[in-house]
């Protein structure tokens, strides 16, 4: 693939960096408030924890649906209208949540957070901000990527903390309006900052993207690379591991250790500021390393990690260790695996492969979520959620250590293959 016109020494790039890293930050942050926000809907509601589960579950499955068809929708006209879209639909859904009143509402709750949650959670997601960035970088797209991605949890850092003061205060409705406000706020700084596809046919002119035109070439281009599959599975993994063990269940894990909702939230907050470090040093890392021995070392980390989980008990010194380790492995994987998938599929569709990676990882985090629920209602305990976790993620560095890359950085298939 032939590099394209170098753009990333203007500031208009770096400008859409800026507007991806924001608006991640806010689809994460909200997805994230619901396993804050847990403990305290249990006892005002009156509202099971499988229930909640189950709700975060729906909303990912939709993630899932949507997916691919954000991605492929992003390749063929530009990130603008999608992330604005996402980004009212995210203003709607929170608006829906603060306005729940009484817990024979949970069907409000399933619409705002589940359905209209979920379709801004789909949209406003990775896999449309990277093919944003691939469409306005060549040279510096894995820090690119790793910055712009590393907002998935940077808005946390600020934002959780923040609800959790309001949810100690017993004004957790006055913090999901604040969310519909922001996100109603980003809409004409998108609208402004992000080009229409148009003017984007510079930056890609010049690049050999070698992708077919067709929806269906596309997809049976996917389905018969057995590099894509590998890293399919593996970020299948990533979603259960992530989106669907911790953020929905380490705070409520942390409530059930006796730890109160502002240290619960710090740790958490702590988490994903190590984490906007971790992924932007994965993608200063992508760069220069060999990408599968890189990516595979993230999910063995991870599965260390998830040991470290068991022995929590009451100590809030171990709780916090595990927020920097898991923090620097958390989302680290996303600029490895897009870089990945961009040398070998192309830039062309790079949003539809990355859409259809997202799909999976949507649903790994539906089933991370609802087992989570599911086994604590059951057994009282986290335990064999923790040691599931340890499996998978020990599985996927196994598969990622299967790729091979040649001494050009450009992925080979495996002796398998």
């Known amino acids: 693939m032939k590099a394209s016109a170098d753009h990333s020494g203007r500031i208009g790039p770096w400008l859409v960096v800026a507007v991806c890293f924001l608006v991640l930050s806010l689809s994460f942050s909200a997805r994230g408030s619901l396993a804050l926000a847990m403990p305290t809907w249990q006892a005002e509601f009156g ?13 990912m499955l939709l993630m899932a649906l949507i997916a691919p068809f954000a991605g492929n929708s992003v390749d063929r006209y530009g990130p603008r209208t999608l992330l604005c879209l996402g980004l009212g639909l995210l203003a709607l859904a929170m608006f829906g949540v603060a306005s729940v009143t009484d817990g024979s509402r949970s069907w409000l709750f399933i619409l705002a957070f589940g359905v209209a949650g979920g379709s801004a959670f789909g949209i406003m997601a990775q896999h449309v901000v990277v093919a944003a960035i691939a469409m306005n970088f060549s040279r510096n797209r894995g820090l690119a990527t790793g910055i712009a991605t590393s907002g998935s949890t940077a808005g946390q850092l600020m934002l959780l903390p923040l609800l ?25 700084v ?5 080009r229409p596809m148009q003017q984007r046919k510079e930056v890609l002119k010049g690049a050999a993207l070698e992708t077919p035109e067709k929806l269906g070439g596309k997809l049976w281009r996917m389905a018969t690379s057995p590099a894509f599959q590998i890293l399919f599975w593996t970020f299948f993994v990533c979603g259960f591991t992530t989106s669907g063990v911790i953020e929905t269940h380490l705070l409520p894990y942390a409530a059930f250790c006796g730890f109160p909702p502002l240290p619960s939230a710090t740790a958490y907050g702590l988490l994903s500021g190590i984490n906007l470090a971790g992924m932007v040093l994965a993608g200063w890392l992508t760069d220069r390393l060999h990408r599968p021995l890189l990516l595979a070392g993230i999910y063995f980390a991870r599965a260390l990690c998830f040991l470290l989980l068991t022995y929590i008990g009451d100590s809030y010194s171990l709780l916090l260790t595990f927020a920097v380790l898991f923090g620097l ?24 492969s990355m859409g259809v990676l997202s799909a999976g990882h949507a649903v790994g985090g539906a089933l991370g979520a609802y087992a989570g629920g599911w086994l604590f209602d059951r057994t009282g305990r986290y335990d064999a959620l923790w040691f599931s976790s340890v499996s998978l993620a020990l599985g996927a560095a196994l598969l990622a250590a299967s790729l091979k890359e040649d001494r050009r950085g450009r992925l080979t298939e495996t002796a398998a293959a």
């Open 164 to 188: 959790a003061l309001l949810l100690q205060a017993g004004e957790w409705r006055s913090g999901y309006l604040g969310l519909s406000f922001l996100a109603l706020a980003c809409i004409p």
């Open 47 to 59: 509202w099971s924890r499988s229930f909640l589960s189950g709700t975060a579950a729906c909303a």
């Open 329 to 352: 492995f958390d989302y680290s994987t996303v600029p490895v695996t897009a870089s990945l998938l961009a040398s070998r599929l192309g830039i062309g569709m790079l949003g539809l």
């Open 190 to 194: 998108a609208y402004i900052v992000l």
